[in-house]
C-alpha cells in the first residue's frame, strides 16, 4: 500500500492485556498504527461548524444501576452533534497534524445550573479528534467565549493551523 507524502506512522503501545508478557519474561512487540493527515499552512481555517445543540460538558464516568457501563446520552448526543458538523466541515479532507489553535464561542439559554465551560471545551476538543485533527495534545492556543443569555443554543467552532 502506497501512503500519500503526508501520512504520518505513529507507534502505539499494545494493550494492557498484553502486560503479562513482560512479567514473564517474554518479548513485548509495539504495534504501529498509520495515520494520515495533512500540513495546514499557518493562518488557515482547518475547520469552521456550527452546532445547533446544547453543549454538554465532560464529565467523569457515571455508572449504571448494578455498576453497568456508564451513562451518559447527553454528552453522547453532544459528541453525535459535533462530529456531524465536522465531517460536513472537513468535506473528505484529511486531518491536520500539526499544532493549532482552538476557537470556539458557545451560547447558551439560561437554565437553572450553568455548565463549567473548561468542560464544555474539552467535550468538544475531544469530539473533534480523528476528524479535525490527529490528537488534541497538539493545541497550542484556546480562544474561547461563553454567552449563558443567548436567545439559542448553539456552539461556533474554528480550528486554525499554527
Same mark, same amino acid.
Given at each position: 500500500?502506497?501512503?500519500?507524502?503526508?501520512?504520518? =506512522? /505513529?507507534?502505539?503501545?499494545?494493550?494492557?492485556?498484553?502486560?503479562?508478557?513482560?512479567?514473564?519474561?517474554?518479548?513485548?512487540?509495539?504495534?504501529?498504527?498509520?495515520?494520515?493527515?495533512?500540513?495546514?499552512? #499557518?493562518?488557515?481555517? =482547518?475547520?469552521?461548524?456550527?452546532?445547533?445543540?446544547?453543549?454538554?460538558?465532560?464529565?467523569?464516568?457515571?455508572?449504571?444501576?448494578?455498576?453497568? #457501563?456508564?451513562?451518559?446520552?447527553?454528552?453522547?448526543?453532544?459528541?453525535?452533534?459535533?462530529?456531524? #458538523?465536522?465531517?460536513?466541515?472537513?468535506?473528505?479532507?484529511?486531518?491536520?497534524?500539526?499544532?493549532?489553535?482552538?476557537?470556539?464561542?458557545?451560547?447558551?439559554?439560561?437554565? #437553572?445550573?450553568?455548565?463549567?465551560?473548561?468542560?464544555? =471545551?474539552?467535550?468538544?476538543?475531544?469530539?473533534?479528534?480523528?476528524?479535525?485533527?490527529?490528537?488534541?495534545?497538539?493545541?497550542?492556543?484556546?480562544?474561547?467565549?461563553?454567552?449563558?443569555?443567548?436567545?439559542?443554543?448553539?456552539?461556533?467552532?474554528?480550528? =486554525?493551523? /499554527?
Amino acid at each position: 500500500m502506497k501512503l500519500p507524502p503526508s501520512a504520518k =506512522v /505513529l507507534k502505539t503501545r499494545l494493550p494492557a492485556q498484553y502486560a503479562h508478557n513482560r512479567r514473564e519474561g517474554g518479548k513485548v512487540r509495539s504495534a504501529k498504527k498509520v495515520v494520515c493527515g495533512e500540513h495546514y499552512a #499557518a493562518g488557515d481555517v =482547518v475547520a469552521g461548524l456550527v452546532v445547533r445543540s446544547r453543549p454538554v460538558p465532560f464529565s467523569v464516568a457515571i455508572r449504571g444501576k448494578n455498576g453497568g #457501563a456508564p451513562v451518559r446520552p447527553k454528552l453522547k448526543q453532544w459528541r453525535i452533534h459535533v462530529q456531524a #458538523a465536522a465531517r460536513l466541515a472537513m468535506a473528505g479532507r484529511l486531518p491536520h497534524i500539526g499544532p493549532y489553535e482552538f476557537r470556539a464561542k458557545f451560547l447558551l439559554t439560561p437554565a #437553572a445550573s450553568m455548565p463549567d465551560i473548561c468542560n464544555i =471545551v474539552k467535550s468538544s476538543e475531544d469530539a473533534l479528534e480523528g476528524i479535525v485533527y490527529i490528537n488534541d495534545k497538539m493545541c497550542r492556543r484556546h480562544r474561547t467565549e461563553y454567552d449563558p443569555a443567548a436567545d439559542e443554543d448553539m456552539a461556533i467552532i474554528e480550528v =486554525v493551523a /499554527l
